[in-house]
């Protein structure tokens, strides 16, 4: 025990090493491509639209990850605050004339404020509740989108009044201003991550996904911290629906608030690291690469309808070869070659 | 004052009785260990002191205020901290962050880093590991870390929970020695053993079997008893 002599010296806390310096670099020269990318020779609307398809997919990947990958509490149904942020959006606008750029944070404040009450509700009890909640209460908003079709359009959707580029009301007909703005959302949403890895929320919502007993044995309220995260969750997830509404100009009920929406969400983190701050960007961005690469490959081919089995096949592999992510693979490797233990999944 | 007083505990799960009728206290400077066999009710009683379940009947006091109702996190802060069985530890947090997340709600005149020296004073083991993710500690380490953490709450009352389970026997002396040391230091230590070598170095303490008190008093009363010799042999 104490007694042991131990032989490495103290590593000295808070200096980035020379590996971090390298991944910033690396991080700084992505964002500066993918900033840039209009500029270059080769760059059209199709290209820059599945940019744009990306980062919105990494941010809804990123706003999950906050609630199931940091704070270890399992969303089936995070469609729910997907569509409050674009219907919300949507409607403030068609209905009152409020522009996205202040209807996106009234929407993503309703959707912080759903969550608090599914989460008052469930986080008080142990278990699958919270999971259970999320899906019947993202079934629930389907049907409600779908029935009051005086205000939401019902089954056909929810489009937007469109006025060609107006930069005042978040419309653009190039894709080039939603790039930018998508970018500094994924930016904005790692800073978020970054800082919940690091800072006094983020730890103690770290040690509730860790061992909530003992979290609570060691003065973290865990109820409330439970409460805080999903509603930061929530409302990253509704910012990224208002992207998703102002690119397409349009939603439905399925697409909001279906089951397959809430799944996709979650497959940026599960795929590329659960709990880390890069995880949801590598999965969403493998993701679209593969879903585009296999759409194109089996048109050119003759094969409609390959592509979905076929990005379905890549995906299982993943999850098959590397359960705890890309990210988490590439470190229990290291820490093998290293000669340790590999662990279970987290850092950054 | 008394920092602890345990009054006509009753703690049930359903129909079955856990504990049934215990009274005890704790005063400064104490070491009072618990003894038992599996099952006599003894993690009953912590859990119910720091709040993780709701004694059914009795009184829970501490330097006379009710810890009746309280959160497990407000028992925390009151400076009861309790080292639950099996080395609760954060598995994918450094160990130092597992030290901080005891200090993140606390209104404490020390700073985070006076308190963490203060630990890593008692575990230098600690300190070498600090950046370390504790599931890659080994078992002892991972102890000390679980104590470490609590001692980070600056406590009164330091509640362990069978700290020597699946440590050897080594292990468990040096341990021991550890809890020595950090009574000296102030804090009072409320211990629930099943190993009941960790007598040597208490002041009083109680047997439990079925949840029902079967003997309690000093440190002498203790070692000279048929009960505890019997447990002891494991009979």
Known sequence: MAGTIDSGAPVPAGLPGRAEFRQLGYGVALVALVACLPLLPFANSYLIGIVVRALIFIALGQAWNVIAGIGGQLSLGHGVFFGLGAYGTGLLFNDFGITPWVGAWLAAALAGAVAVVIGAITFRLRGIYFALATVVISLAFEKLARFYFALTGGDTGLAVNFRGTAPAVMQWREPEAFLWISLAVVLAFYAVTRWLLRGNFGLALQAVRDDEEAATSAGVNVYRTKLLALLLSAAMTALAGTLHLQFYLSIDPGTAFGLSQAIQIQLPALIGGLGTAGGPIIGGAIMILLSEGTNVASSRLGLDGVDVLAYGIVLLLIVLKAPVGILGYIKSKRLQRSGRAAPAGGGD | MTLLAVESLRVAYGDLTAVHDISFSVEPGEIFVLLGANGAGKTSVLRAISGLLKPTRGTLNSEGVSLLGLRPDQVAHLGIAHVPEGRRIFPNLTAEENLDVSFIRQRSKETLAQL??????????????????????????????????????????LMLDEPSLGLSPLMTELMFEQLARIRDQGASILLVEQNASCIDMATRGLLLANGHTMLSGDHAKLRDSDFVRRAYLGV
């Open chain 2, 116 to 157: 963490r020296d203060r630990v890593y004073g008692i575990f230098p083991r600690l300190a070498s590991r600090r950046r370390q993710t504790a599931n890659t500690m080994s078992g002892g380490e991972q102890q000390m870390l679980a104590i470490g953490r609590a001692l980070m709450n600056t406590p009164k009352l």
